[in-house]
């Protein structure tokens, strides 16, 4: 697996474009999620992709995108703190330089040419992303990571080794059910 990192200064500027197409078929397309796109180019980008968000993305040998997560930090606008803040069981959303929140995590080889396999969320290839994830806000002084996920997410996370836990109990909103998570990083991480 090859993972690059950083924001979206340090791209090309068609590397960004490619993360949206590669988030718009992953989101929109495969798990129908509903949220605004930029349909006309097929682009999944929102108000939290900016100057100072953090890409992971992973990539195969011949570059194609199979695996991406978006890292921010929570002193600026984030996606739980403005649109799921309910799921913080009514405390105020973390707002500190030791706190970033990961969202937008896909690990989906489109091309079959990886050991990350459509819906396979717990891939050998998912867990090094996510750990990479890891790895990377830590790098940026994160100490703990806040996140809006699926339920089901807590499996993959019981097989990270990583210390986790809810945040506040889950709730159904646009008919999925969803949780904030916390997820602990240890001392050595980056």
């Given at each position: ?145 806040i ?5 089901g ?13 809810r945040a ?23």
């Open positions: 697996m090859n993972v690059l990192s950083g924001p979206s200064s340090a791209f090309p500027d068609h590397f960004i474009q490619q993360v949206a197409n590669y988030r718009h078929r992953v989101f929109i397309e495969l798990l129908g999620w509903q949220m605004p796109t930029r349909e006309a180019l097929d682009l999944e980008l929102d108000q939290f992709d900016r100057d100072d968000t953090v890409y992971v993305v992973a990539h195969d040998a011949q570059r194609r995108i199979n695996g991406c997560a978006r890292l921010l930090p929570t002193t600026r606008p984030y996606l739980l703190g403005e649109v799921f803040p309910q799921l913080l069981n009514g405390l105020p959303p973390p707002c500190t330089p030791e706190v970033w929140e990961l969202s937008r995590f896909a690990a989906v080889d489109f091309n079959g040419q990886s050991a990350v396999g459509r819906g396979q969320f717990s891939s050998d290839i998912t867990l090094a992303l996510l750990h990479e994830a890891v790895a990377c806000a830590a790098s940026y002084g994160a100490k703990r990571l996140t809006v996920s699926p339920v997410v807590e499996r993959l996370l019981r097989k990270t080794g990583l210390r986790s836990h506040g109990p889950p709730m159904v909103i646009d008919g999925h059910p969803l949780f904030a998570c916390w997820i602990e990083i240890e001392p050595g991480e980056a």
